[in-house]
Each structure stands twice: as C-alpha cells, then as structure tokens.
T-cell receptor, first 111, second 113 residues
Framework: RKEVEQDPGPFNVPEGATVAFNCTYS??????FFWYRQDCRKEPKLLMS???SGNEDGRFTAQLNRASQYISLLIRDSKLSDSATYLC????????????FGTGTQLKVEL | EPEVTQTPSHQVTQMGQEVILRCVPI?????FYWYRQILGQKVEFLVS????????KSEIFDDQFSVERPDGSNFTLKIRSTKLEDSAMYFC???????????FGEGSRLTVL
C-alpha cells in the first residue's frame, strides 16, 4: 500500500464551483500533514498545513480524520488560477522534517 | 520575498559523468533538503541537512550522491557517476524551524544521455 494515496484526477470543474480532494495515508503514527500546490513543471509550494481541528484559509478548508487516516482539501468558488496539481504531504513519526508526498490530484478550472 | 535559487536550470550530461547542482537557500533558514521528481511521478525525498551534516537520507541517496555546504551560503548536490535513471527534476528546499513548511527552488532539470 502506498504511504500517501491520492486520486490523480483530473478534476475538471467550472469556475465558481466547489471541489474537494481526498488523501489517505497508511502510517497511523503520521504526525503532520500539509497540502502543497504544484503548477505544471514548477516547484511545489506550501498551500496550507492541516491541523487536527481542521482549518480554513480563505477559500480553502483542510480537514484531518486521524481515525480514518484521511485528509481532505475543499476549494470554494474555484478560480482559473486554482488550476494546478494538489499534493498531499505527510511527515511520518520519527521522520524528522522529511516530507512524504502523494502523487497529486490534478485540478482544471474552466470558464 | 526571499527565495531559494538553483543553478543550472537545465543540465544535459553523458552517462558516467559527474554533475554538481547548486542551491542558495533562504539566508536565515537552518534546514536544507534535496528532493527529486522523475517526469510524471511523485516528489521524492533524497536528503536533509542540518548543522553541517546529513540528518536523514533516503534509499535513493546512495554512495553516488553527496551534499556539501562549502561556504555558508551554497548547498550542493553532487552525483558522482550519473546513470540514465538519474534523469529528473532536482529540487532544493530550505526551512526555518517549523516542520513541513518548506520553500522550494525552481528546480534543476537533469537529463542523462
């Protein structure tokens, strides 16, 4: 089983739509969780950390369900500029600052 | 805004040649990393570096790889004898103290022929 698993997509949505991505992780002792964004052929950029109680940053909401080993990202009112690959990232317990990446979910926001 | 810079942006080399990829991390950051991404695949951890030594490395980071911070600003990745399967985008990253919040450079694309 992959350490971090994501639906690769692509998710094609119209501008203004709400879209949600899910991610599962295999190691129950994972300690920290993040969403990164990667534009085509560019570097990953931190979108947001994911806290146990869930957290929101503008149009973006992240949730963590430790019991199900599941992380989600909700994007409201999608913009064309949200088109990118969204990477689910986990730090395993004892993994120091080493990030384990999922393969990413591709989002295409269309007019 | 401070950023991580990498050179070269693209390097083409022959199999068996040595390659050095260079990075200038953000100046007040303490942790430095190399990741790589083979085309169409996920980003993979190679090595982390703190306090002038390797703090962790992956199985990919074998004896052909080495890292150095020669002068307090540059952070380099050396591949001693490149193989075809080393072709990838290599990302340097740095972070302050908060785990997981990394700043990545734009990457160095390595093509091994």
């Amino acid at each position: 089983r992959k350490e971090v698993e994501q639906d690769p997509g692509p998710f094609n949505v119209p501008e203004g739509a709400t879209v949600a991505f899910n991610c599962t992780y295999s190691n129950s002792a994972s300690q920290s969780f993040f969403w990164y964004r990667q534009d085509c052929r560019k570097e990953p950029k931190l979108l947001m950390s994911v806290y146990s109680s869930g957290n929101e940053d503008g149009r973006f909401t992240a949730q963590l369900n430790r019991a199900s080993q599941y992380i989600s990202l909700l994007i409201r009112d999608s913009k064309l500029s949200d088109s990118a690959t969204y990477l689910c990232v986990v730090i395993l317990t004892g993994g120091g600052n080493k990030l384990t990446f999922g393969t990413g979910t591709q989002l295409k926001v269309e007019l | 805004e401070p950023e991580v810079t990498q050179t070269p942006s693209h390097q083409v080399t022959q199999m068996g040649q040595e390659v050095i990829l260079r990075c200038v991390p953000i100046s007040n950051h303490l942790y430095f990393y190399w990741y790589r991404q083979i085309l169409g695949q996920k980003v993979e951890f190679l090595v982390s570096f703190y306090n002038n030594e390797i703090s962790e490395k992956s199985e990919i980071f074998d004896d052909q790889f080495s890292v150095e911070r020669p002068d307090g600003s540059n952070f380099t990745l050396k591949i001693r004898s490149t193989k075809l399967e080393d072709s990838a985008m290599y990302f340097c990253a740095s972070s302050a103290e908060r785990p997981g919040e990394l700043f990545f450079g734009e990457g160095s694309r390595l093509t091994v022929l």
